[in-house]
C-alpha cells in the first residue's frame, strides 16, 4: 500500500482533507449494526438463562476456573481498547519502548502467582481491602484507598475510555471529537438497557478473542504494506510529515525508535526508570489492585430492590425500578450493577458480597493453587503479543499515514484529530479504516467500541459503589437506601461531567500519548499503595500506624506532582521548556523510585518505633508465616467503627463488614398477591421481563458462599512443570529484553 504522503494535505478551506481515503462503508455498518444486535439477543438470552442465578454466582466464578479461562481472564482485563489506541499511538511517536510496559508486566503477573497468592491463599481472603484489614486492622487505611481509587477512575480510567472510543466513532465518521463521546455515551445507555450487564458479562471473552484475532489480521496486512520487519526498520526514519514547522526537530522520529532501553538522563524512558521505576506500578497492578468496597456491599439500586421486595407492592415498585433505570441510562448513562432480580433464599436474612473482579481476584477464582500458576503462566506469554499486534502497527501506521498520525504543526493537528498536541492516538483506528477489508472493518469497529462501552459499564458501577457505601455511608451510617440512590446517582453524573471536562487535559498531556499520560499518573498515585502491601506481606513488623503513614505522605507527594505536571504542561519541541526542575529533569519514573523510598522510610521508622502487630495480624498473611497452623478465629476488629449495616431485627450492628438484608416474609393467607400477578397487563409483564425481573414471583435458591483457594498444596508433578514452563517464559522474557534493548 502507497504511503499516504502524496495525498493532499489540510486546508484551512477543508479541514476533512485530513481523511480522504475511507470511512465506514454500508457493508461495514450493516456488520456493526449485525454485531449490536447479537449482543442485545445475547442480553435478553442471558435475562432469561441467569435471571434465577445468585448474585455471587453471577459475579464470581464460583472458584472452580481451570487455568486456561484463568488466564484468558487474566489477559482479557488487561488489554482493551485504550491498549490498543494507546500502545499503538506511543508506538507510532516514539518507537518500541513502550513494549517495556507489557515485558514488565510479563514478570508481574509471575510474581503474582508465585509470592503473593500463596500469602492471600494462606490467608484465607478474596478481596484485597479483606487482606487489609487482617494484616493492620482499623478502616483508615481502607477508607484513604477508597478516594485514591476514585481519583484513578476520573484521571485513568474513565475519561481515558471516553477519549479512546471519541478516538475510533471520530476517525469512522469524522465527527467533531466531542460529539463523539455525547454519541459514545449516547450508545452506551442504550447497549447498557438493550443488553444490559449480562451482555457485558457473556460477550467480552468473545469480544476479546474477536479483537485478538482482527489484531493478528491487521498485524499481517500492516507488515505486508511495508515490505516486512526490515521495511519497517528502514521506512519508519523516513516517516516525516510533510507539513512540519520550521524547526526540523519537531516531527523527526526519534533515532533509538528500535531499542527499548534508552538514555538515562535525556530520553523519554530512561533505562533505570524502566528496570524500576516501572516494576512498581506494575506490581501495584498486577499483584495487589482490586478495586473492592470497604464493605463489600451491593450498590444502590440492589439495596433498594432488596429492602423494597415487600409483595404487597411488588409490581408497583418493580416496574417503577425497571422504568427508572431505563431513563436514568439513557439520559444520564448510568450503568446499572443488575439488569436481573436478585434471588433471596427461604431465610429471613441473607448476606451478598459483591465485589468488582480484577486481576488478583480472577487467580483467587482458580480451582487451586496449581490453575492459578497455569493462568499467570498462560497471561504472561500472551504479554509477548502487544509488541507484534499493537506497538509495531503503530509504528507501521507512521509510514502508511505521515500526515496524519506524525503531524508536527499545532493547527493541522487539530483539524485531522482536535488536538493541537499530536494525532498519534488515531494511528490504530486510521489502520483498521485503511487496510481491513469491508465486513472486517466494521466489526472490528464494533468490538473495539463495545469493548470500551462494556469497561464504561462497570466503572461507572464501581464508583458509584465505593463513593456510596465507602465514603457517603461511612460520613451518615443512618442514611436510609433512598438517600444512598439518589446519592449514588448524582454522583455518576459528576463522574461523567468532570471526566468530560477531564478530556482536554488528557489530549495536552505527555505530547498528547495516551498511553504515557496513564503511565505518568500511575507513577504519582500508585507506589505508595504498593509499598505498604509489599511490605505488609514481607514485614512482619509493619503495622497499621507505619502503613497508614507511609501511604499518607507518599499521596500527598504524588498529588503535588501530579498538580505540578498540570499547571506546567509539557512545551512543544519548538518551544522553551521553562518548567520547574523538579518537573523538567524528574522524569517521572524516577519520580516513582524517590516516591516509593520515602514511603519505605516512612512505614519502616514509624512501625519500628510503635507498638508491633499482634500475632492474628501477622499469621498466615505474610511470606515468612504463611505454613503457620491454621487457627479459627474470629476476624479482627476493626480499630475505627465501619458503618453501621442492618440485623435481622432492623437494628443497627457496627463493625460488620456484609451489609445484611431483612427480607420481609408476607404471611401466605394474603390472597392479593397471586391476583396482582395475575392482573398485570402483558406491557408490565413484557417490560418486567425485558428488565430481567421474574413476574412470577418466585424465589430462587440460598445463596452459597464462593469457595475459596485454601491449601497451598500441589502435585509433585504438576509442581515441577509450572516451575519449569517459569523458567522457560522468564528466559523468553530475558530474551526479548536482551534483543530489543
Known amino acids: 500500500m502507497e504511503s499516504s504522503s502524496s495525498s493532499p494535505l489540510p486546508t484551512q478551506s477543508d479541514p476533512l482533507e485530513a481523511f480522504p481515503q475511507r470511512t465506514l462503508e454500508p457493508g461495514d455498518i450493516a456488520v456493526l449494526v449485525l454485531y449490536f444486535l447479537f449482543v442485545l439477543a445475547v442480553g435478553l438470552w442471558s435475562t432469561v438463562k441467569t435471571k434465577r442465578d445468585t448474585v455471587k454466582g453471577y459475579f464470581l466464578a464460583g472458584g472452580d476456573m481451570l487455568w486456561w479461562p484463568v488466564g484468558a481472564s487474566l489477559f482479557a482485563s488487561n488489554v482493551g481498547s485504550g491498549h490498543f489506541v494507546g500502545l499503538a499511538g506511543s508506538g507510532a511517536a516514539a518507537g518500541l519502548s513502550v513494549a517495556a510496559y507489557e515485558f514488565n508486566g510479563l514478570f508481574s503477573v509471575l510474581m503474582l502467582a508465585w509470592i503473593f497468592l500463596p500469602i492471600y491463599i494462606a490467608g484465607q481472603v478474596t478481596t484485597m481491602p479483606e487482606y487489609l484489614r487482617k494484616r493492620f486492622g482499623g478502616s483508615r487505611i481502607a477508607v484513604t484507598l477508597a478516594v485514591l481509587y476514585l481519583f484513578i477512575y476520573i484521571f485513568t480510567k474513565i475519561s481515558v475510555d471516553m477519549y479512546a472510543g471519541a478516538i475510533f466513532i471520530q476517525q469512522s465518521l469524522q465527527l467533531n471529537l466531542y460529539l463523539a463521546i455525547v454519541g459514545l455515551l449516547a450508545i452506551t445507555a442504550l447497549y447498557t438497557v438493550a443488553g444490559g450487564l449480562a451482555a457485558v458479562i457473556y460477550t467480552d471473552a ?18 505486508a504494506a511495508v515490505g516486512g520487519m526490515e521495511g519497517l526498520k528502514e521506512k519508519y526514519f523516513l516517516a516525516l510529515a510533510s507539513n512540519r514547522t520550521g ?37 501495584w497492578y498486577w499483584c495487589t489492585d482490586q478495586v473492592s468496597s470497604l464493605v463489600n456491599v451491593l450498590p444502590v439500586d440492589v439495596v433498594f430492590s432488596v429492602a423494597s421486595k415487600i409483595r404487597s ?39 451478598f458480597q459483591v465485589s468488582p473482579q480484577v486481576i488478583v481476584q480472577r487467580t483467587l477464582a482458580a480451582k487451586n493453587l496449581s490453575h492459578a500458576k497455569g493462568g499467570s503462566l498462560m497471561a504472561a506469554y500472551l504479554k509477548v503479543l502487544p509488541l507484534f499486534i499493537m506497538v509495531f502497527p503503530g509504528m507501521v501506521s507512521r509510514i502508511l499515514f505521515p500526515d496524519q498520525v506524525a503531524c508536527a504543526d499545532p493547527e493541522i493537528c487539530q483539524k485531522v484529530c482536535s488536538n493541537p498536541a499530536g494525532c498519534s492516538d488515531i494511528a490504530y483506528p486510521k489502520l483498521v479504516l485503511e487496510l481491513l477489508p469491508v ?12 469493548a470500551l462501552m462494556s469497561s464504561l459499564t462497570s466503572i461507572f458501577n464501581s464508583a458509584s459503589t465505593i463513593f456510596t457505601m465507602d465514603l457517603w455511608n461511612h460520613l451518615r451510617p443512618r442514611a436510609s437506601e433512598k438517600e444512598l440512590m439518589i446519592v449514588g446517582r448524582v454522583f455518576v453524573l459528576l463522574l461523567v461531567l468532570v471526566s468530560i471536562l477531564w478530556i482536554p487535559v488528557v489530549q495536552a498531556s505527555q505530547g498528547g500519548q495516551l498511553f504515557i499520560y496513564i503511565q505518568a499518573i500511575s507513577s504519582y498515585l500508585q507506589p505508595p499503595v504498593a509499598v505498604i502491601f509489599i511490605m505488609g506481606c514481607f514485614w512482619k513488623r509493619t503495622n497499621e500506624k507505619g502503613a497508614f503513614s507511609g501511604l499518607i505522605l507518599g499521596l500527598l507527594l504524588g498529588l503535588v506532582r501530579l498538580v505540578l505536571d498540570f499547571i506546567y504542561e509539557q512545551p512543544r519541541c519548538d518551544q522553551p521548556d521553562n518548567r520547574p526542575a523538579v518537573v523538567k529533569n524528574v522524569h517521572y519514573l524516577y519520580f516513582s523510585m524517590i516516591l516509593s523510598g520515602v514511603t519505605l522510610i516512612t512505614v519502616s521508622t514509624v512501625s519500628w518505633f510503635t507498638q508491633p502487630p499482634s500475632k492474628e495480624m501477622v499469621s498466615r498473611l505474610t511470606w515468612f508465616t504463611r505454613h503457620d497452623p491454621l487457627v479459627q478465629k474470629e476476624q479482627v476488629p476493626p480499630a475505627t467503627p465501619l458503618p453501621p449495616t442492618l440485623s435481622q431485627n432492623g437494628t443497627s450492628e457496627a463493625g460488620s463488614t456484609n451489609i445484611q438484608f431483612e427480607m420481609v ?22 417490560i418486567l421481563w425485558l428488565c430481567g425481573v421474574d413476574s412470577k414471583g418466585k424465589e430462587g435458591p440460598p445463596g452459597r458462599a464462593d469457595p475459596v483457594i485454601v491449601s497451598l498444596e500441589e502435585t509433585p508433578l504438576v509442581k515441577t512443570l509450572l516451575d519449569v514452563n517459569l523458567i522457560v517464559c522468564v528466559s523468553c522474557a530475558v530474551f526479548l529484553w536482551g534483543y530489543f534493548a
Not at 468473545?206 to 507488515?223: D, E, V, W
Not at 528496570?275 to 506500578?281: A, C, E, K, T
Not at 465486513?439 to 463495545?450: Q, S
Request: proline fraction near 5%; aromatic fraction near 6%.
Open 206 to 223: 468473545l469480544q476479546t478473542l474477536i479483537m485478538l484475532i482482527g489484531a493478528l489480521i491487521l498485524m499481517g496486512y500492516s507488515f
Open 247 to 283: 524547526n526540523n526537530s519537531c516531527g523527526l522520529p526519534r533515532e533509538d525508535a528500535f531499542h527499548i532501553f534508552r538514555d538515562p538522563l535525556t530520553s523519554d524512558l530512561p533505562w533505570p526508570g524502566i528496570l524500576f521505576g516501572m516494576s512498581i506500578p506494575s506490581l
Open 313 to 351: 407492592q411488588r409490581a408497583i415498585l418493580e416496574a417503577i425500578n425497571c422504568i427508572v433505570r431505563a431513563i436514568e441510562s439513557l439520559t444520564v448513562v448510568m450503568i446499572m450493577e443488575l439488569n436481573h432480580w436478585i434471588d433471596v433464599g427461604d431465610t429471613a436474612q441473607n448476606e
Open 439 to 450: 465486513g472486517l472493518r466494521g466489526l472490528m469497529m464494533a468490538v473495539m467500541v463495545a
Open 665 to 686: 416474609q408476607e404471611s401466605t393467607s394474603k390472597p392479593h398477591s397471586s391476583d396482582m400477578t395475575q392482573k398485570r397487563s402483558k406491557v408490565v409483564k413484557a
